[in-house]
């Protein structure tokens, strides 16, 4: 059940982001319920007083867990760049979620800058993982930037809507057979996590949806348990969907009744 | 000299941004720090001369999706 992306083999197929928990003890029960092996994080300006950043960084050691850096909130390959460099140096990882976007209503992947921060990012070291949309064309040339794994979209980011587009996101797991392939965004239930799995895709990555939750330990176990049998169907092969009953109990050696 | 830290103006006497770290008493571990948008790496920052108007950000860890 392990995949591996970027060389490093994780058993989990589940990513999980660290913002908007009820609080920190939260926030951890619900990494360990989720049996993640990766969580998400940010940067942002530290307090001298408070040195909240510290604290949280200490809190994210005791999940032993690796951690995925995003660049959440750059709107400019810039701003990404000089990100990414500040989150390798403090995490001591080459990973990076490059996320650039350029609408805050439906926070979409700015596409022309995500292509041109992944080649420089890739060029400098880094293994990125570029937050995406579900578009054939941008998958392509990020691939060609250098990618190794990609996280298209399934719908807004924290709009818990579930996939927005399967035929597009099934046209990219067709087209890319042996790329690493992560829902990253949108989802709001189990379901649809495990639909992303049936689909073949390699894992997803959420956050509000466990987050927001009433319970988020409890949807947290929810959704790994999804996730394991999304994959687990996917591996068993599906039947194929048909537009008429077909049935199930032999017809053979009917008993003539209404005869 | 007259900077901006975290994008609040500060009036400062020391010269290197070593040492702006240590006296605002941040854990020089737990930050990644920046100058006028470029990333000046923990190796650099004792050398690194601060000049008036500069903007330094002090970045750490932070929760994220």
Not at chain 1, 114 to 134: C, H, K, M, N, S
Request: proline share 6%.
């Amino acid at each position: 059940m392990s995949v591996t992306f970027y060389n490093t083999n994780v058993e989990s197929r589940l990513l999980l982001g660290t913002a908007r928990y009820p609080s920190p003890a939260v926030l951890l029960d619900s990494i360990r319920a989720s049996q993640t092996d990766i969580v998400t994080v940010s940067l942002r300006r530290e307090s001298n007083t408070e040195k909240s950043g510290e604290a949280f960084w200490e809190l994210i050691k005791q999940a032993h867990v690796r951690v995925l850096p995003n660049t959440a909130g750059c709107r400019s390959v810039k701003e990404a760049v000089l990100t990414a460099n500040m989150a390798r140096e403090l995490f001591d990882t080459p990973w990076i979620k490059l996320e650039i976007t350029h609408n805050d209503n439906t926070l979409n992947p700015a596409v022309v800058e995500l292509i041109e921060a992944a080649r420089i990012l890739t060029r400098d070291g880094f293994d990125v993982f570029p937050y995406t949309t579900d578009d054939l064309s941008v998958a392509d040339q990020l691939l060609q930037a250098g990618c190794q794994v990609l996280m298209p979209w399934g719908a807004p980011i924290g709009s818990g809507r579930g996939l927005n587009n399967v035929f597009a996101l099934k046209t990219l797991r067709t087209h890319f057979p042996d790329v690493p392939l992560i829902v990253d965004a949108g989802l709001g239930v189990p379901s649809h996590a495990a639909e992303v799995l049936e689909l073949g895709y390699d894992a997803v990555l959420l956050n509000t949806a466990v987050a927001t939750a009433a319970d988020p330990v409890l949807m947290a176990s929810a959704f790994s348990q999804a996730v394991n049998a999304g994959r687990l169907a996917f591996e068993a092969g599906p039947m194929h969907a048909r537009d008429f009953a077909t049935p199930s109990t032999p017809v053979v050696g009917m008993p003539l009744w209404s005869a | 000299m007259n900077i901006q830290l975290n994008g609040k103006p500060i009036e400062t006497e020391v010269e290197t941004l070593e040492e702006l770290i240590s006296a605002y008493e941040y854990n020089k571990t737990t930050v990644a720090t920046a100058v006028n948008k470029h990333f000046v790496p923990v190796s650099q920052r004792a050398e690194f001369k601060l000049h008036d108007d500069d903007c330094v950000e002090v970045i750490a860890p932070m929760s994220g999706g």
